[in-house]
């Protein structure tokens, strides 16, 4: 094998098939109980040149994830595109948010320090409240056709999933759907709606999704190729 990048082993009773989670940090490869050790660094030689490719373009893009430190003038993701972020000092309490295009977050003056922690904090809790109007907006427009109402609606990290529906109907989100354009996050909303009637993935799930959005074929490719990526942005 000629990669040279650190491998973890994740046995998972779970996995139906080999694969590997690339990090830029490493790799992790996750075999079913039923795969011996030799098929799966088979499998591991044969992906080495493709780990090693994506390991460095992830490392490539370490400078894009959504900063720690915001700097005026920088930009930001959001809706699937950089906006552009503008800080200034203004005296008052707390830090203030404002979208028209482009982020102004107004700061009172303080440590470099505070400031950078209170810039960031508040960019983020406006971004999980927009993302909660959004979603009541994409619900309420997606619930009375065929009667999929969620009990609740809860915005939260999730480290490798999109949205969930759970059994009494409660919807989980990834509140890194903010930063997805707004095709891809209508997709998630209206997909853990119909689970609210079908719990699998059947053709009569696929069926119901199409009555609400007929290109949603488009939002489901789309996360197949960018969502890894964007769920590593704060990893």
């Not at 065929?146 to 529906?165: A, D």
Request: charged share 25%; with cysteine; hydrophobic share 40%.
């Amino acid at each position: 094998m000629s990669g040279d990048f650190p491998v973890s082993f994740r046995y998972s009773r779970r996995a139906k098939n080999l694969r590997l989670v690339v990090k830029p940090s490493g790799v992790e490869l996750v075999v079913p109980l039923t795969v011996g050790k030799a098929k799966a660094l088979a499998f591991l030689r044969q992906h080495c040149a493709w780990a090693e490719h994506k390991m460095a373009e992830l490392r490539g893009q370490a400078g894009n994830q959504f900063p720690q430190a915001l700097k005026s003038g920088e930009t930001v993701p959001f809706q699937g595109r950089e906006v552009p972020l503008l800080i200034r000092e203004v005296p008052g309490r707390g830090a203030k948010v404002h979208f028209d295009g482009q982020f102004v977050i107004s700061v009172p003056p303080g440590p470099p320090a505070q400031a950078r922690q209170r810039t960031r904090a508040a960019l983020l809790t406006w971004i999980k409240v927009w993302l909660r109007d959004e979603v009541e907006n994409y619900t309420a427009r997606h619930t009375e056709r065929f009667g999929l109402q969620p009990r609740q609606i809860r915005i939260k990290q999730m480290k490798s999933r999109w949205g969930s529906c759970g059994p009494r109907n409660d919807i989980n989100l990834n509140w890194l759907l903010a930063f997805a354009p707004p095709s891809i996050l209508e997709y998630v909303v209206v997909h853990e709606l119909c689970h609210i009637r079908y719990r699998d993935h059947s053709a009569q799930f696929w069926q119901l999704v199409s009555h609400h959005l007929p290109d949603w074929a488009n939002g489901r490719q789309w996360l197949k190729e960018n969502g890894a990526d964007l769920l590593r942005r704060l990893e």
